[in-house]
């Protein structure tokens, strides 16, 4: 999947594209009702044309003043999210039989589950949830003679109670249903271990509730009624990535991209 990124990366260092890593982004100015300077921690810079590819809710709210945003915070607040990912990156000092590369766990009852996620929105009682070993095809992912894991747990998004111990109460809770279903032990293989939650989607990516898949994909939250990749108050503003048109995921996000760029291209030429 990384592998993407650095295509891309390449392919714009080749074109002539300057990248300024490690920068937070805190302000964006407006005058005569469009986009002119970008404030970052580090530097000042003049615009053209401003893309945010950040989430957009942040990019609104965060770096844009009031009278220039598309939404209001009740807007955002009324959206309904897909869910959230409960992650733990798991690394073993033995090979694994018995076992796939990509592995859904649905051996509870889909409906608890789903209804905790969308409905009442609480931590799951006994959550589905998937595991990747990536090992399996890819030999470079894990040292000789270890595996690679990941397990993926679906949770509500904005989840209070975010803490190691909830953490590792779910993660007790998927092991033993892991080694039920594989019939293998591997808690005491376990070398290596990081979990990643609602929280740490806020704090990495300013993520709207910690979501990690946007809006949920309702009639009313897809197409042109999701929110709009150009800005309806500032003139050279453009919005690209999983809150805007298309969707959620790795391609309608890159797609996100080009679509914003083929309109950059007709309004400016």
């Given at each position: 999947m990384y592998s993407v990124v650095q295509g891309m990366y390449k392919l714009a260092m080749e074109t002539g594209v300057k990248f300024h890593f490690g920068e937070d982004v805190n302000r964006i100015e407006i005058q005569s009702g469009a986009a002119k300077k970008l404030y970052t921690s580090e530097n000042n810079y003049e615009a053209d044309v401003i893309i945010g590819a950040a989430d957009y809710q942040f990019i609104e709210s965060r770096l844009l003043p009031s009278t220039h945003r598309n939404y209001s915070d009740q807007y955002w607040e009324e959206r309904k999210m897909a869910p959230s990912c409960l992650l733990y990156y798991v690394g073993l000092n033995k090979r694994l039989t018995n076992v796939a590369h990509h592995m859904l766990f649905f051996d509870v009852p889909?409906?608890?589950?789903?209804?905790?996620?969308?409905t009442s929105k609480d931590w799951p009682t006994n959550p589905l949830?998937?595991?990747?070993a990536s090992s399996l095809t890819d030999p470079a992912a894990a040292p000789a003679g270890c595996e690679n894991l990941v397990f993926l747990v679906p949770v509500a998004a904005g989840l209070p109670?975010?803490?190691e111990t909830t953490r590792e109460k779910y993660f007790q809770i998927i092991l033993d249903r892991f080694e039920k279903h594989t019939a293998q032990k591997i808690k005491e293989a376990i070398i290596y271990k990081k979990s990643y939650a609602y929280s740490?989607?806020?704090?990495?990516?300013?993520s709207y509730?910690?979501?990690?898949?946007g809006l949920a994909n309702t009639l009313l939250q897809t197409a042109v009624f999701r929110p709009r990749c150009r800005s309806k108050k500032v003139n050279n503003l453009f919005f690209t990535g999983q809150l805007t048109v298309p969707g959620p995921g790795v391609p309608p996000s890159l797609i996100s991209g080009e679509v914003v760029a083929k309109e950059i291209l007709k309004a400016f030429g």
């Open positions: 889909f409906e608890q589950h789903a209804l905790e996620i969308y949830f998937y595991v990747s109670d975010d803490t740490d989607f806020v704090k990495d990516y300013n509730k910690g979501n990690a898949y």
